[in-house]
């Protein structure tokens, strides 16, 4: 029984650490836009000169993105 115990926190550990890196932003992909948004709708993608695409935070950093600072403050 105590082997059983030991198995449920790494596993719930994965599973957050899974669920927590595929939280998805929105980034505009225009030549001059350097910055991830958490809603489709923030005022920062109004001048947007692409489509607006949903990509995991990940993907997003990986990019080179850092976060709105009208959403994420």
Known sequence: ???GA?????I???S???SF???????????KS????KSERCKGLLKCSTKVFRVSLSEAK???R???KLEFR
């Open 16 to 18: 957050f650490n899974v």
């Open 62 to 64: 990986r990019l080179g």
């Open 1 to 3: 029984m105590i082997f």
């Open 34 to 37: 350097m910055v991830y948004h």
């Open 12 to 14: 719930f550990l994965i």
């Open 6 to 10: 030991r198995l449920v926190v790494p």
């Open 66 to 68: 850092r976060a709105c």
């Open 21 to 31: 890196n595929t939280v998805g932003v929105f980034i505009c992909k225009g030549p």
